[in-house]
Antibody, heavy 116, light 110 residues
């Protein structure tokens, strides 16, 4: 069964950092682009970042450039999102998703709350 | 990277058809055929329903169909069923490996 399981969310103060993880199973992880998509409570989806299968290309939405870093460890079948200089507007449920534009598989999400 | 424009709500009776629009610009939706649609039930993760404008992943009923004309994409749900009630989001490639979603449409089955 294809599965993505996110972890690492929590409550953090503005200006703080958090590292999200996504454990993948049931498919050949190193063959796929992977992405992070977030959703604030009661709001729509927002693409955050994606990374090529070999980790050689990374792209970000303008609002997180310079603050977030996407990475992956193909040996561990894991995707990461390092989030620094967090702001209140980064508060959201963060989903890990398999794919490049068309996201075939989604995790259940991990909640990030930025508040003092 | 402005969000694509979707109507906030749509509705139809069981058995009817409903179409949800998604409007962008020539720099995103109008310039590429990488348009996807997602269904999201409350408290659940999104589910891919349509990709590359009009292709259905395995397991998605053929009641769901997609199309595009210029800078507007559409999702049509035929033969509405109670379980189709959900939020629907469109997504498009915007160039430079960036993507954007629409604001979402809440579909109500009357």
């Amino acid at each position: 069964e294809v599965q993505l399981v996110e972890s690492g969310g929590g409550l953090v103060q503005p200006g703080g950092s958090l590292r999200l993880s996504c454990a993948a199973s049931g498919f050949t992880f190193n063959s796929y682009w992977m992405s992070w998509v977030r959703q604030a409570a009661g709001k729509g989806l927002e693409w955050v970042a994606n990374i090529k299968s070999d980790g050689g290309e990374k792209y970000y939405v303008d609002s997180v450039k310079g603050r977030f870093t996407i990475s992956r460890d193909n040996a561990r079948n894991s995707l990461y999102l390092q989030m620094d200089s967090l702001r209140a507007e980064d508060t959201a449920l963060y989903y890990c998703a398999r794919g490049y534009g068309a996201y075939y598989t989604w995790g259940q999400g991990t909640l990030v709350t930025v508040s003092s | 990277q402005s969000a694509l424009t979707q109507p906030p709500s749509a509705s139809g009776s069981p058995g009817q058809s409903v179409t949800i629009s998604c409007t962008g610009a020539s720099s995103d939706l109008g310039g590429y055929n990488s348009v996807s649609w997602y269904q999201q039930h409350p408290g659940k993760a999104p589910k891919l329903m349509i990709y590359e404008v009009n292709k259905r992943p395995s397991g998605v009923p053929d009641r769901f169909s997609g199309s595009k004309s210029g800078s507007t994409a559409s999702l049509t749900v035929s033969g509405l069923q109670a379980e189709d009630e959900a939020d629907y989001y469109c997504s498009s490639y915007t160039g430079s490996s960036n993507f954007v979603f629409g604001g979402g449409t809440k579909l109500t089955v009357l």
